[in-house]
């Protein structure tokens, strides 16, 4: 991921995150993905009062890829005020495994303190398309 890439996807996440909408917990997220077509897909937290129904930032803007019929995504940038750099969390990762293996993931807070990762090193061991193929061949 080059420096130019970077700044381009986290400057989509931070204006994604303007439309975030967590009227409960005042925790506005901004999330972006570049799919293998080089398109960047934004997103942002969308809370519901029933707090299991809410959608996080980087599950919307893989939906929004995904839909948009993108089937690669190479990159994931997530920006919300921490203290320091944010992790996603288990539902993010767990998409991520399943639509954006081969990803890179940045994170980061306001102030601009940043992290990345690979999907595989957020989410060790993790089970997806890959494991339930290999599970249906065995059962055959």
Request: aromatic share 6%.
């Amino acid at each position: 991921m080059s420096k130019d890439s970077l700044n381009e996807l986290l400057e989509a996440a931070i204006s994604a995150r303007n439309n975030s909408h967590a009227p409960f917990s005042r925790f506005h997220v901004g999330a972006a993905v570049r799919g293998g077509s080089g398109t960047i897909y934004t997103g942002s937290n969308i809370e519901s009062s029933s707090y299991g129904l809410t959608i996080c930032a980087e599950r919307l803007a893989l939906c929004i890829a995904i839909h948009s019929g993108e089937r690669e995504i190479t990159e994931v940038a997530v920006v919300c005020s921490t203290q320091e750099a944010p992790g996603p969390c288990g539902a993010c990762r767990q998409f991520m495994v399943d639509f954006a293996p081969g990803a890179t993931v940045l994170m980061s807070n306001l102030q601009g303190d940043r992290r990345t990762a690979s999907v595989a090193e957020l989410m060790p061991w993790g089970f997806g398309p890959t494991e339930l193929a290999a599970a249906e061949r065995a059962d055959d």
